[in-house]
Structure formats: C-alpha cells, structure tokens
C-alpha cells in the first residue's frame, strides 16, 4: 500500500548525462522562479527520510541558438523503478475538444450571420504553474549528477501521473468564470486541448472581447508564449487549418 512506500534512487537515462549542463541550466532558471528547491544530498535525506524519491531522468533537445547554445527539455520519470505513479489515484478522466467539436462550433458561428475572428493562445509551461503541498516535494525529486544536489519539484512535474488532471482542474475553473463574468458583455467561444486555447469572437467588438480572455489569462497569472500566439481568419490551432471567411476546416 502506499502507506508502506519506500523511496529510491535511480540513475539518469544516457541523454540526461549527455546533457548535464544543459540540464543544469534549465533547473537554474527554475529554481529561480521558485519552481525547484535545490538541497545538499545529505540534507534532503536527513529532511525527508524513506519519502526521498529520486527518479531518473531524460532529456530531449529543443533547439540550438545562433551561438551554437542548445536548450534541453527535462523529462521526469514517475514510473520506472520509483513506482510514485503506481500510487496515484487520479480522480477523474478529462475530454478535449476534437475537430469534430470545432466543426460544430463553425457551423453555430457561420449561422449568427457576422464575421467572426480568432486567436490561437498558448500557456507556457502550463504544469509547472500548479503548486505541490510540501509533503509530496520529496516523491518528485531528481539528480543531474550522482552524489550531487537533489532538485525537488515545488510544481506539478511533466512525468508524473496527477500533473496533467491538477492543471485541468486549475485552467477548467479560470476557463468557466472567464465566460461567466466576460460573456454576458463580450461574447466569446473559447475551446482548451491542454494548455492551447483557441478564441473566438464576432462582429465590430471581437478584439476587445479576445484581448479581455487575454489579459484575464495574464491578471491570474498564466504566463502565455506569445511567439506562438496567432490568429486571424484563417489560422491553425492544434493541426487544424480554420477559416472563418469561407467556414473551412482543414
């Protein structure tokens, strides 16, 4: 039971040593912003006993800048010899929209007779925004090098079984009151696939209605990626091409 859990430590996947610094770098920023609470190794097992939970770790290559730096995205494993997913009950599943429901919403669109615009936005680092009570710190926790500091993850941790429904449960409720309190003034279809939300809105007000569910976005702290905000009247949202001048979806 998981009451008799017992922590381990496992060792790096071979990508996560080849990209120790790069990785080094990334929990950097991250302790940081607060998301992180780095520990001497001999500190974080005398805190946190038998819950210490080392998992290994993978990482993936982003991108390379002009100056030849390359940024890594750290993987978290939950699973593979730690066995923390194994004793999370996730409450309840999550359905997201297809394009099935896009279609559908075109079609009630199309069929109020107005021009209609839209504004794929996108949360930046969505998981990691979703707080951890301090008891469990010690079952996400990592090492970029043996013997060196543990990284114990304050946020919801990508690799972990709970991240995924905690962050819908936080966006589901800012989602719902967005149009409860916005919609009676500024109407608006909005649609979330995990942390992408695709806005739209009609007629001579839509852009004060898109920028009123986006600064509502930012008054609560979700932080966007605006390089990869668009929207128009035709643009892609999730592989969907829409366009709302000729009511295509492609």
């Known amino acids: 039971t998981a009451a008799k859990f017992t922590g381990t430590t496992r060792k790096n996947y ?30 974080a097992k005398r805190r946190y006993g038998k819950r210490l939970t ?41 359905t997201s929209p297809t394009a099935v ?15 209609h615009c839209g504004l794929a936005v996108d ?13 469990d710190w010690p079952l996400q926790a990592c090492q970029v090098r043996p013997g060196g500091s543990v990284y114990l993850n304050k946020r919801g941790t990508f690799g972990m079984s709970s ?14 009151a967005a149009l409860w309190v916005l919609g009676p003034w500024l109407p608006l279809w909005v649609l979330l696939y995990a942390d992408d939300f695709d806005v739209t809105a009609e007629g001579k ?19 966007l990626s605006w390089a990869k905000t668009k929207g128009g009247l035709v643009y892609s ?10 009511w295509a979806l492609g």
């Open 14 to 43: 071979p990508s996560a040593v080849g990209f120790a610094a790069e990785a080094e770098t990334v929990f950097k920023k991250q302790e940081a912003a607060d998301q992180l609470l780095v520990l001497p190794l001999a500190e």
């Open 54 to 94: 080392i998992a290994s770790l993978a990482a993936l290559q982003k991108s390379v800048d002009e100056d030849g730096v390359v940024e890594v995205r750290v993987l978290h494993d939950g699973t593979n010899g730690v066995d923390v997913n194994r004793f999370i009950c996730v409450r309840d599943g999550s």
């Open 101 to 115: 429901d896009q279609k559908t919403c075109m079609r009630l669109q199309s069929d109020r007779g107005v021009p």
């Open 123 to 135: 949360v930046e680092g969505a998981h990691r925004i979703v707080v951890v009570r301090p008891r």
């Open 163 to 176: 991240a995924a429904y905690w962050w819908g449960r936080l966006v589901g409720g800012a989602h719902r």
């Open 205 to 223: 007000d839509f852009a004060r209605s898109i920028l009123a569910f986006v600064w509502w976005l930012v008054v609560f702290g979700f932080p």
């Open 237 to 246: 949202w999730l592989g969907l091409e829409k366009d709302l001048r000729g």
